[in-house]
T-cell receptor, first 118, second 113 residues
Framework: GAVVSQHPSWVICKSGTSVKIECRSLDFQATTMFWYRQFPKQSLMLMAT?????????EQGVEKDKFLINHASLTLSTLTVTSAHPEDSSFYICSAYSPGQGASTEAFFGQGTRLTVV | GESVGLHLPTLSVQEGDNSIINCAYSNSASDYFIWYKQESGKGPQFIIDIRSNMDKRQGQRVTVLLNKTVKHLSLQIAATQPGDSAVYFCAENASGGYQKVTFGIGTKLQVIP
């Protein structure tokens, strides 16, 4: 079945540095990828929609200059948290979708990346 | 904006009993609903989905019921097992792009052995 992998699974970084998170579709080509953020004991909040070869669409309130998204190929999207601060500490999750993969309406989720900014 | 919410943040169920997790949604334009299971430290796992032209759908040990009149969704898990312990989210889609969904708050299901 469709597998989506995120790397790293967890990362600790110093305040002010940048962190890159990768989201890969391992056995299918993803035309669209989504990035979510989840704070402890809260729900997943959509940050942005990423389509291969075009600029990402950000949800209201998400700073596009802070959360850089690149979807350069059909199997890879990256999220870079720039100038990270402790309040950016969260669980970041991606999902990937491709027509005809699995249920036609299903997006497949990665395992998430735990970011801790110290 | 529109949101999807849950009535019960935590549900404790005896092993072997049936579990019912409820969800209220507010966007009447939503036409597709999904239940996800999320174990600690992991991404959401698809359980079952239902379209707005249906009111019931069954899977393996799970049933989703949709009541559009009162904008209510429920997930029934038969013969709950310890491995069912997780947080369950309902999610809705109203944009026509089935993959972009709005998640509800979540209900933590605790199965008591």
């Amino acid at each position: 079945g469709a597998v989506v992998s995120q790397h790293p699974s967890w990362v600790i970084c110093k305040s002010g540095t940048s962190v890159k998170i990768e989201c890969r579709s391992l056995d299918f080509q993803a035309t669209t990828m989504f990035w979510y953020r989840q704070f402890p004991k809260q729900s997943l909040m959509l940050m942005a929609t990423s389509n291969e070869g075009s600029k990402a669409t950000y949800e209201q309130g998400v700073e596009k200059d802070k959360f850089l998204i690149n979807h350069a190929s059909l199997t890879l999207s990256t999220l870079t948290v720039t100038s990270a601060h402790p309040e950016d500490s969260s669980f970041y999750i991606c999902s990937a979708y491709s027509p005809g993969q699995g249920a036609s309406t299903e997006a497949f989720f990665g395992q998430g990346t735990r970011l801790t900014v110290v | 904006g529109e949101s999807v919410g849950l009535h019960l943040p935590t549900l404790s169920v005896q092993e072997g009993d049936n579990s019912i997790i409820n969800c209220a949604y507010s966007n009447s334009a939503s036409d597709y609903f999904i239940w996800y299971k999320q174990e600690s430290g992991k991404g959401p796992q698809f359980i079952i989905d239902i379209r707005s032209n249906m009111d019931k759908r069954q899977g393996q040990r799970v049933t989703v019921l949709l009541n559009k009149t009162v904008k209510h969704l429920s997930l029934q898990i038969a013969a709950t097992q310890p491995g069912d312990s997780a947080v369950y989210f309902c999610a809705e889609n109203a944009s026509g792009g089935y993959q972009k969904v709005t998640f509800g708050i979540g209900t933590k299901l605790q199965v008591i052995p």
